[in-house]
């Protein structure tokens, strides 16, 4: 969060924080009862209140949530959100007035609620947003989705190989077998993994069979070594795993279904459970555009990377 023109109430930073809102009954400050969001003053001038965050990861947007949970008479009237693509140093000062185009007309809230919205067209690439609360009142979480839009020109300068599944470089998991426990878009998030809920876990298999998550790299590159991480996964883990790839530019999910679509990368290969497992990709000789994990017969992984070049 870089700035917002009031949060007297509640700080403006409580709207990206991670996890549901809370609510503690008889929790009060010295400004007025605490809540779990951002709250602004009652205004008694013209006008309207907002608060400005740069994206984690720039990119297109196609759609978000405007979450009012627990503010149920302090809730804004409405709301609208204006985009604005400004690279600049990590500590920079929020976009000038001129930089922002509307992605969201104003549109009602319902208080104590979840408002979704998509976007009709997904924008440009965007690296900052506004959002734009009328008269005031007390937002709880912002949530923001789309699709990474890396600086290509700079990664491609680069002669080092990089994580092409990695969601900082567009990564995406486009279709999986289930995902009953753990979200499989989990597996190409930065960082190392925070605990079993951060990372892909399935239900348990009680057929023939295995899952598998299709992964859609950012770019097409050759993979030269792949990491299957089972950190935190003790009683939980795959058996084993395999890894094929595929090269098909712009791909749809049932083109990827068709088996004739794919090429083993890496044969299947004992896991072992809480453990960073990497392995070195022998055939190199084709790139790909989408990988697909193959966990036997079930269980959890935390984090999948694929390094290579672009091409």
């Keep these: 969060m870089l700035a917002a023109n009031d949060d007297f109430f509640a700080p403006k930073e409580n709207l990206i924080k991670t996890g549901r809102p809370v609510w503690i009954e008889d929790r009060y400050?010295?400004?007025?009862?605490?809540m779990d969001g951002w709250e602004t003053r009652r205004r008694r001038q013209p006008g309207y209140d907002w608060a400005i965050v740069r994206l984690g990861l720039p990119g297109t947007i196609h759609g978000f949530i405007v979450d009012t949970a627990y503010f149920k008479g302090n809730y804004p009237e409405s709301c609208s959100i204006d985009a604005c693509d400004a690279e600049r140093d990590a500590d920079d000062a929020a976009p000038v007035d001129e930089d922002w185009t509307e992605i969201l007309s104003r549109t009602?809230?319902?208080?104590?609620?979840?408002?979704k919205f998509a976007v009709a067209q997904p924008t440009r690439r965007v690296t900052h947003?506004?959002?734009n609360i009328f008269p005031d009142g007390g937002v709880a979480r912002l949530r923001v989705y789309g699709r990474v839009v890396p600086d290509w020109a700079r990664l491609r300068a680069s002669e080092h190989a990089m994580d092409l599944a990695a969601v900082e470089h567009g990564g995406v998991v486009v279709a999986t077998s289930d995902m009953f426990f753990g979200s499989a878009q989990n597996m190409l998030m930065p960082g190392e993994p925070q605990g079993m809920h951060d990372g892909w876990e399935t239900k348990r298999r009680r057929g023939p069979g295995h899952d598998w998550a299709i992964v859609e790299l950012g770019a097409a590159g050759l993979v030269e070594r792949l990491v299957v991480d089972t950190t935190h996964f003790k009683g939980n883990a795959p058996g084993s795993c395999s890894v094929d790839a595929s090269n098909i530019p712009g791909a749809s999910v049932r083109d990827l279904m068709s088996g004739t679509a794919w090429r083993f990368l890496m044969p299947q290969t004992e896991l072992s459970p809480h453990t960073r497992h990497e392995f070195e990709v022998r055939d190199r000789a084709d790139a790909a555009t989408h990988l697909r994990?193959?966990?036997?017969?079930?269980g959890g992984v935390s984090r999948f990377r694929a390094y290579g070049v672009l091409r």
């Design 129 to 131: 947003l506004r959002l």
């Design 108 to 115: 009602p809230l319902t208080g104590d609620s979840e408002n």
């Design 293 to 298: 994990l193959n966990i036997y017969p079930d």
């Design 29 to 34: 400050t010295d400004r007025g009862k605490w």
